[in-house]
């Protein structure tokens, strides 16, 4: 079955930090990975889609990269309310899959 | 504007069967395919099942295949979701969700609804 890797799988930052959260495929998924935003309590947000599209209405410091050794979300510089979890998803095979989740917390 | 209100969430023992219900408005219904995620306690999201736009295909999660259903009313605009057989791990908020018109991604949530399997 398709896995998909986050790391890390929580981090610290302060408000104006930039932050990287990577995610790795187990096997090829094209550019069929998403990325939302999930705050407890609250319904989840899609803000990235197909690895590097900017949902619309997200701010823009929030960027979709591809590389070789997987994908990444970027937060250019942290805000108090992007203190959440974050998690990708593929949506290349038949059985969709999530990743386990960042937890992005206040240092 | 798009609103997912889920309903039906509640205690059910061990073994037992269970049905969820999403009504769907601010959209045309019939236009997406839709999906339910679900969160257990202190877990990640993971996916549960998809179902194309007439009903006439559906996709489960290995763990629920063979003990959930979900179905749709075009008519009524209702996303379903039939559990059977469940099991304490079972335990979870399950989210109705809708799928994006030209992009397989998971543009709007509803607010969830808490399914607890417990004897």
């Known amino acids: 079955d398709m896995q998909l890797t986050q790391s890390p799988s929580s981090l610290s930052a302060s408000v104006g930090d930039r932050v990287t959260i990577t995610c790795r495929a187990s096997?090829?998924?094209?550019?069929?990975l998403n990325w939302y935003q999930h705050k407890p309590g609250r319904a989840p947000k899609l803000l990235i889609f197909a690895a590097t599209s900017l949902e619309s209405g997200v701010s823009s410091r929030f960027r979709g990269s591809v590389s070789g050794t997987g994908f990444s979300l970027t937060i250019s510089s942290l805000q108090p309310e992007d203190f959440a979890t974050y998690y990708c998803?593929?949506?290349?095979?038949?059985?969709?899959?999530f990743g386990q989740g960042t937890k992005v917390e206040i240092k | 504007d798009v609103q997912l209100v889920e309903s039906g969430g509640g205690f059910v023992q061990p073994g037992g069967s269970h049905r969820l219900s999403c009504a769907a408005s601010g959209f045309t219904f019939s236009d997406h395919y839709f999906h339910w995620v679900r969160q257990a306690p202190g877990k990640g999201l993971v996916w549960v099942a998809r179902?194309?736009?007439?009903?006439?295909?559906?996709q489960y999660a290995d763990f629920v295949e063979g003990r959930f259903t979900i179905s749709r009313d075009n008519a009524k605009e209702t996303l379903s979701l039939n559990m059977d057989s469940l099991r304490v791990e079972d335990t979870a908020i399950y989210y109705c969700v809708r799928e994006g018109d030209y992009s397989p991604k998971l543009d709007y949530w509803g607010q969830g609804v808490l399914v607890t399997v417990s004897s």
């Open positions: 998803q593929q949506s290349y095979t038949t059985r969709w899959t």
């Open positions: 179902i194309h736009l007439d009903g006439s295909s559906t």
């Open positions: 096997q090829s998924i094209a550019g069929y």
